[in-house]
């Protein structure tokens, strides 16, 4: 298994850490306290600067490579989410007929529950179908605060309520 870093910054919704490899991200967490292994490589520290960048209005997509651990469905959820854009929102629904599997909405929102890259695998982008926020593991606070940062960003509904 290859060495495992960690990083973090204080975003304007807390603390965030960063972690992963030499060659890819595998978590985006908000946590409560900063952490920070010695060596730090080039894609965390270049992660920081995206997510610096999406918070202060100057980024809408990602460009570092992630690999989060999880099982086949959950990523093929994960790689859904990733296709709701910067400032739209997606219902669970939605994302399982992205999946030709309509029947699997409680499984959507356990995959997207459990995504461990918030932010940059959009799970925050993803509401009920009678459009109201549900669950955010980072706190409904959280995510009502990125949703209406890229609402007003990108000229969009910026709220929901």
């Avoid at 989060?68 to 939605?94: I, M, N």
């Avoid at 993803?126 to 990125?146: C, D, F, H, M």
């Amino acid at each position: 298994m290859d060495q495992q870093f960690t990083t973090s910054f204080t975003s304007p919704i807390g603390i965030i850490e960063i972690s992963g490899t030499s060659d890819f991200i595998s978590e985006v967490m908000f946590v409560d306290e900063a952490g920070e292994t010695e060596e730090v490589p080039e894609i965390l520290s270049q992660c920081k600067t995206e997510l610096q960048e999406y918070f202060a209005g100057k980024r809408k997509e990602f460009t570092i490579t992630t690999d989060p651990d999880g099982t086949d469905f959950q990523k093929s959820v994960w790689a859904e989410l990733c296709k709701v854009g910067y400032g739209d929102k997606a219902s669970y629904l939605r994302i399982a007929n992205m999946l030709k599997n309509p029947g699997a909405v409680r499984a959507v929102g356990l995959a997207n529950g459990n995504n461990p890259v918030a932010i940059i695998i959009p799970c925050h982008r993803i509401i009920g179908e009678n459009g109201k926020l549900t669950g955010y593991a980072g706190g409904l606070w959280r995510k009502k605060w990125l949703l209406e940062l890229e609402g007003n960003v990108s000229g969009k509904s910026p709220t929901l309520f």
